[in-house]
Nanobody, 124 residues
């Protein structure tokens, strides 16, 4: 059974930084692409960033240049470094393990396992 646990969320000011972590247990972490998604109140869950097993990355346009996704296969952990945060980044952030190894897909249906999420609030 694969389990994912996010940490690192919190309340920050505009322009601050946060680093989210997602620890994965069970399965073979290094074999799969991983993704970060977010859901703001009243909105659908949206893709934020993804990283494949070769550490290739893909970002949503709204976070490109501000967020960085990375992975540490020795620690079975994926990270999301978020810089220059904006109020519109406020959401519950969730990590997910893809069904794919190399393809980074945006659709939530292509992700097999999910964490419970961590709240990020950016105050102006």
């Amino acid at each position: 059974q694969v389990q994912l646990a996010e940490s690192g969320g919190g309340l920050v000011q505009v322009g601050d930084s946060l680093r989210l972590s997602c620890a994965v247990s069970g399965g073979t972490f290094s074999d799969y692409a991983m993704g970060w998604f977010r859901q703001a109140p009243g909105k659908e869950r949206e893709f934020v960033a993804g990283i494949n097993r070769a550490s290739g990355t893909r970002y949503a346009d709204s976070v490109k240049g501000r967020f960085t996704i990375s992975r540490d296969n020795a620690k079975n952990t994926v990270y999301l470094q978020m810089d220059r945060l904006k109020p519109e980044d406020t959401a519950v952030y969730s990590c997910a393990q893809a069904r794919t190894a190399y393809m980074i897909v945006l659709s939530t249906s292509e992700y097999a396992y999910w964490g419970q999420g961590t709240q990020v609030t950016v105050s102006s």
